[in-house]
C-alpha cells in the first residue's frame, strides 16, 4: 500500500510520519477523514455476525472511548446516520441471498525462494465477497486483487470471482485464464516488492489506478498526474512525506519511464477483468 514509506521504514530505518495537525482549538463537531466508513464496517460486521441490529450503546460507547466520535448529541447524530446508513445497506444485501459463507481456506506456497502463507476468508459457492461501506480506493483495491490472484491460485475453492459491493455500486474481478497466470502475476507482484526492497520504486496506488479509464480500458496519464498532484477536492499523493522527500523537485508520473511500465503490469490486469455497474 504505501511502498516508499516501506522502503525509507526497512532499509533506512526512516521512521516517516504524516504531516504534524494542531491540535483543534474548539471541540470537534464532525468525524475524522475516513472515520465514517470505519465505523460503517464496523457496524456491518456487527450486522453480518449476529444477523440482528448491533447493540448502538456499547458500540457508542466503545467508538467515544477510542475519540472517533465528538461527545453529546452531535456525536449521537453521526453515529445513529451511520447505523441508519448501514442497515439499509445490509438489508440490501440480505435481498440478493448471498451470504453462504464458507469456510477459511488456508495456503502455503514456495515461488521462486519465496514464502508465501496465509488464508481467505469470505468466501462463498459463487467466489469471494468484500464489502466497502463507501467509495472504494486504490488502496483498497490493491489488497483485493492480491486476495483476486490469490483466490486464482488456489485448488480448493469452488468459484474464483471477486464480488465487491459498495453503497453505491457492485463490481466484479472475473476468473484469471488459469491457475499459471495466477502464479505469474503473484511472481511478478513479489520481485517488485523486493525490488522496491532495495532502491524507491514509481509505485503510486492513486495514480497507477487512474492512469487506466475502467470503462475505455485504456491509459489516461492526466488522469494520474492529476491524482499525483492533487486538487482542491482530492488529496495529492505528491504531498506524502515519504514521496516528498524521495521525490522533491520530481514529477515521477511523467520523468520516470518505469511508472508507468510498474502500473500497466499491475493495474493493467485488474482492469481487464474488472466489471462495474450501479444499483
Not at 477523514?33 to 456499547?58: G, N, T
Amino acid at each position: 500500500r504505501q511502498p516508499a514509506r516501506d522502503f525509507l521504514q526497512r532499509r533506512l530505518n526512516m521512521k516517516v510520519r504524516n504531516h504534524s495537525i494542531d491540535l483543534p482549538e474548539r471541540e470537534p463537531f464532525k468525524l475524522e477523514d475516513y472515520a465514517d466508513q470505519a465505523i460503517a464496517e464496523r457496524l456491518l460486521h456487527q450486522f453480518l455476525q449476529d444477523r440482528v441490529a448491533p447493540s448502538s450503546s456499547l458500540l457508542n460507547r466503545r467508538l467515544r472511548a477510542e475519540g472517533v466520535l465528538p461527545h453529546g448529541m452531535p456525536g449521537d447524530l453521526l453515529y445513529q446516520k451511520q447505523v441508519d446508513n448501514t442497515e439499509q445497506f445490509y438489508r440490501a444485501i440480505q435481498t440478493k441471498q448471498i451470504l453462504d459463507w464458507l469456510p477459511i481456506r488456508s495456503f502455503d506456497w514456495e515461488l521462486n525462494g519465496f514464502h508465501l502463507h496465509g488464508s481467505l476468508n469470505e468466501l462463498t459457492p459463487n467466489g469471494r465477497i468484500v464489502f466497502i461501506m463507501g467509495k472504494s480506493h486504490a488502496w483498497q483495491w490493491v489488497d483485493i486483487w492480491i486476495k483476486h490472484i490469490a483466490l486464482n491460485k488456489m485448488d480448493n475453492v469452488p468459484a474464483r470471482k471477486t464480488f465487491v459491493y459498495t453503497p453505491e455500486k457492485e463490481f466484479i474481478l472475473n476468473e484469471l485464464s488459469n491457475p499459471d497466470e495466477a502464479l505469474h502475476l503473484l511472481q511478478q507482484s513479489l520481485d517488485t516488492y523486493w525490488q522496491g526492497l532495495c532502491e524507491p520504486l514509481p509505485c503510486f496506488p492513486k495514480a497507477g489506478f487512474a492512469l487506466f479509464d475502467n470503462k475505455k480500458k485504456e491509459e489516461d496519464l492526466n488522469n494520474a498526474i492529476k491524482a499525483w498532484e492533487g486538487s482542491d477536492f482530492s488529496s495529492s499523493e505528491a504531498e506524502k512525506p515519504e514521496n516528498a522527500l524521495l521525490y522533491r523537485g520530481l514529477n515521477p508520473i511523467t520523468d520516470d519511464p518505469r511508472f508507468r511500465v510498474l502500473a500497466q503490469q499491475f493495474w493493467m490486469p485488474l482492469i481487464k477483468l474488472l466489471e462495474e455497474s450501479k444499483h
